[in-house]
């Protein structure tokens, strides 16, 4: 064994220090100090359409391309400067979209019917919840809003 | 010439190679073990990479694909512009290969062939899996994985040849701090101050509470970010992924020959013609020698006089201090950064343990690696080792004056570490004094051990005939010896403390004191019986 391996182990012994601390050494959650989220939404900026049920449409054109969208970028919360949150998105068709750990959301052409509701949810180390819903419209469908429903919430 | 030039490469790899084959057969077994060896570590990389990305979500493509190689590739420019500007200009072979009945240009050429099978040989161990392991998953084609083994011919040809050409500046930037130290020792402090500025700001990025299971998604959305825009400086290696990936094949080879043919004719037209200038003038007049009136002064202890020896030996030459002493330079910096991720955890009891268990752990590693000195203290001595005890007084004290040499700066280091881990606040004040005091006491019981290593198994012939510490038995015992010390003491400090803290603390104190008086007493035994017995 020569310097430089010692160095690198020494290196990826710290490392795993630190993710062995973090996972096995780590305070109980409940035992965390209370952060409340004060609010959670897709961005304004992503958004095309609120409906006039309030709820929030993003057009998406598919003849184009296959949708492929990173959901972290979309959403903003509050407060920033937390880490004692944890972010989970769900879609309404599991079927037609995926979203993988990653928050990538794939929804290939084939699989396109008419559009997919996307929630995010933030659970606080307190246990509490916020969340927001976005719709993800096929373009070809925008005339047609009179087909678009899933349940009595977004009839639009 | 090109019969003289395999004459010569074939010259330099025999003197190289550690396992010669005299026969077809022995060629062919050597052969296979690498084979062997080969596909063991690609399984060994499929296996990791596929948990990484079934289990782990992490995404295996080419951006990621990309990013290895070409950070892997900056390392190997890095590494051969080093090793080139010493092989081909300073290295003791070239006297003989020189003179030799071929051209100085045949001898530059034989060295960039060694360079070449050299860097093949690496990437054949660690980017030939790679490749393979990422074909495999991704589900890629035949011609990925032909393409691979074509980029792996290529490959190496960046590195030694754009190392040959930035060989030249280094070495006459190697001349001038050698002939101006002053300016090389501000050098060296602006690159550590360089380094804890960059320490600091990647520290200040650490977000409060720090925790990585929550964080896992916004981790490899930032690694994911990094990688695409790191990409960018990836140079030529995008044009490689992409012919590998079938993106514009002809368009991006047509590209890399053009930029390989670009570099062997710089290398041609500006290092060739410089080599023969540069390689046949040596250090030995790039420092004015000073004529000194020394003052006669009386005689003092063997001790003091073997220890003033030591102290100018040690400092005289800063190369040789980093090379001895950079991992114990890297240790606060290491330490510093891990304690600063650990104060951003919340923990509990048992992780407070666990943090004092690898502070131990990581800094034990660390200092012991440094006291390859004292494993290699005897040895260095080479053939002089017999003049020195011929002389008439106590010699053996030289033993100790090494030794304190190396206990003072290896105790500044830790003490600086403890100085960095308090700043970090991960661990009480109380606490970093005592992880301090445990890991000062077995540093010290870890170099007797070492030195005993050396008294009892010293190697003066090989270091008077080679020069070089390579392959020295002692120097991988004493870090062998040092990590599993290491370990020991991280594992009961973990279990220890977290019985009870104070108790706990004793019980280490006293076992790194015991571990200490136990090779203190060995030691002096073995200097009294081998120190004597110590020949040429």
Redesign the interface.
């Known amino acids: 064994m020569s310097k430089k391996v010692s160095l690198m182990l020494s290196i990826v012994v710290a490392l795993f220090g630190i993710i062995f601390v973090s996972v096995y050494g780590k305070l109980p959650e409940n035992l965390y100090p209370k952060i409340y989220m004060k609010e959670l939404y897709f961005q304004d900026q992503y958004v095309d359409e609120v409906s006039k049920n309030g709820n929030k449409i993003i057009y998406f054109d598919v003849s184009q391309d296959n949708l492929s969208i990173n959901l972290y970028n979309m959403v903003a919360y509050a407060p920033l400067d937390t880490t004692d949150i944890t972010i989970s998105f769900s879609v309404d068709k599991p079927e037609m979209a995926t979203i993988t750990r990653t928050g990538m959301l794939t929804i290939g052409e084939a699989q396109w019917r008419k559009f997919v509701v996307i929630e995010v949810t933030i659970k606080s180390m307190d246990g509490s919840e916020l969340s927001d819903k976005v719709m993800i419209v096929n373009q070809n469908q925008k005339d047609n809003n009179h087909e678009i429903y899933d349940g009595d919430d977004w009839i639009i | 010439m090109f019969e003289r030039i395999k004459i010569l490469t074939l010259l330099q790899l025999g003197g190289k190679s550690r396992r010669r084959a005299h026969t077809k057969n022995q060629t062919i077994v050597n052969c296979l073990i690498k084979a062997l060896i080969i596909s063991a570590i690609t399984v060994a990389i499929y296996m990791v990479l596929g948990l990484i990305k079934s289990t782990l979500?992490f995404?295996i493509n080419k951006s990621v694909l990309t990013f290895l190689l070409f950070v892997s590739q900056y390392i190997g420019i890095l590494t051969c512009t080093v090793s080139l500007s010493s092989v081909l200009y300073s290295s003791r072979d070239n006297a003989i290969l020189l003179s030799y009945p071929a051209k100085p240009n045949e001898v530059f050429v034989s060295k960039l062939v060694v360079a070449y099978l050299g860097e093949f040989n690496k990437n054949l161990y660690f980017l030939f899996p790679v490749f393979f392991s990422f074909g495999l998953l991704n589900g890629c084609g035949v011609w990925y994985f032909i393409s691979s083994i074509i980029m792996l011919l290529f490959m190496p040809i960046f590195p030694v040849f754009i190392g040959a050409l930035l060989s030249i500046p280094l070495q006459y930037i190697k001349k001038l701090l050698n002939r101006f130290p002053i300016a090389y020792a501000i050098l060296i402090l602006l690159v550590v101050v360089a380094l804890f500025w960059g320490v600091a700001a990647f520290v200040a990025i650490i977000?409060?509470?720090?925790?990585?299971?929550?964080?896992?998604?916004?981790f490899?959305?930032g690694f994911?970010t990094f990688v695409a825009s790191a990409n960018q400086f990836g140079l030529f290696y995008n044009f490689m992924t992409n012919i590998m990936y079938s993106v514009n094949i002809g368009l991006n080879l047509l590209w890399l020959v053009l930029i390989v043919v670009g570099i062997m004719l710089l290398t041609n037209y500006v290092s060739m013609p410089l080599y023969f200038n540069l390689a046949s003038r040596s250090n030995e007049h790039a420092v004015k020698s000073k004529t000194k009136k020394i003052k006669i002064q009386p005689a003092r202890p063997t001790l003091l006089a073997f220890l003033t020896k030591e102290v100018k030996l040690t400092f005289r030459n800063i190369n040789k201090v980093m090379n001895d002493y950079?991992?114990i330079l890297?240790m606060p910096v290491?330490?510093y950064?891990?304690n600063v991720?650990?104060s951003a955890?919340?923990?509990?009891r048992?992780?407070?343990?666990?943090?004092t268990g690898?502070n131990v752990?990581?800094g034990m590693?660390?200092v012991t690696?440094?006291n390859?000195q004292s494993a290699t203290a005897i040895t260095v001595e080479g053939g002089e080792f017999v003049l020195l005890k011929t002389a008439p007084s106590k010699t053996s004290n030289m033993v100790w004056a090494k030794m304190l040499i190396n206990v003072a700066i290896s105790t500044f280091f830790i003490f600086a570490s403890a100085i960095m881990m308090s700043v970090s606040q991960a661990v009480t004040i109380q606490h970093t004094w005592l992880i301090f005091l445990t890991i000062a006491l077995a540093n010290f019981s870890h170099i007797l051990w070492s030195f005993q290593l050396d008294i009892t198994n010293p190697r003066l012939r090989d270091y008077a005939e080679s020069g070089k510490l390579d392959g020295n038995p002692n120097?991988?015992k004493s870090?062998?010896i040092?990590?599993l010390i290491g370990l020991v003491f991280g594992i009961f400090s973990i279990i220890l403390l977290n019985e009870n803290m104070t108790i706990g603390w004793v019980k280490i104190i006293c076992i790194a004191l015991a571990l200490l008086i136990f090779r203190l007493l060995l030691f002096v035994k073995n200097l009294k019986v081998f120190f004597k017995r110590i020949e040429y």
């Open positions: 979500s995404p977000p409060k509470p720090l925790r990585l299971l929550a964080m896992y998604n916004r490899i959305n994911l950079f991992l890297m290491v330490l950064i891990m991720a650990f955890i919340v923990v509990s048992l992780g407070q343990c666990m943090i690898f752990l990581v590693v660390m690696a440094c390859t120097v991988n870090v062998r040092g990590l």
